[in-house]
């Protein structure tokens, strides 16, 4: 499985982006998918994933209310709207998957390459 993520960059404190990952190899409904951040001030998290149906959702209570992941399993396509943010959320910002269903814990099985997301105060 190859994830290829898009979106990101630089936006101003209280502003919005939204990330893309397509996933190419397999059907995208046959994984969980879910979005994992590194900055320098903590270890990798993650914040917001999803069951293979995008039915459940799972978000780090850093970012309740303010991100919201998606899917489009037509397209393969798992998204990340980033909304209110914060210089806090600076961090590169991975997309990750894990065969099956359901929400996995600990290490995604596969991962995209990572983009930087600057939230500027």
């Known amino acids: 499985v190859q994830l290829v993520e898009s979106g990101g960059g630089w936006v101003q404190a209280g502003g919005s982006l939204r990330r893309s990952c397509v996933a190419s190899?397999?059907?995208?409904?046959?994984?969980?998918m879910g979005w994992c951040c590194q900055s320098p001030r903590k270890d990798r998290e993650y914040v917001a994933r999803?069951?293979?149906?995008?039915?459940?959702?799972l978000y780090a209570d850093s970012v309740k209310a303010r991100f919201t992941i998606s899917r489009d399993n037509a397209k393969n396509t798992v998204y990340l709207r980033m909304n209110s943010l914060k210089p806090e959320d600076t961090a590169v910002y991975y997309c990750?998957?894990?065969?099956?269903?359901?929400?996995?814990?600990?290490?995604?099985?596969?991962w995209g390459q990572g983009t930087q997301v600057t939230v500027s105060s």
């Open positions: 990750a998957a894990n065969d099956g269903e359901g929400i996995w814990y600990g290490r995604a099985g596969y």
């Open positions: 190899g397999r059907t995208s409904s046959r994984y969980a």
């Open positions: 999803s069951s293979g149906s995008g039915i459940t959702t």
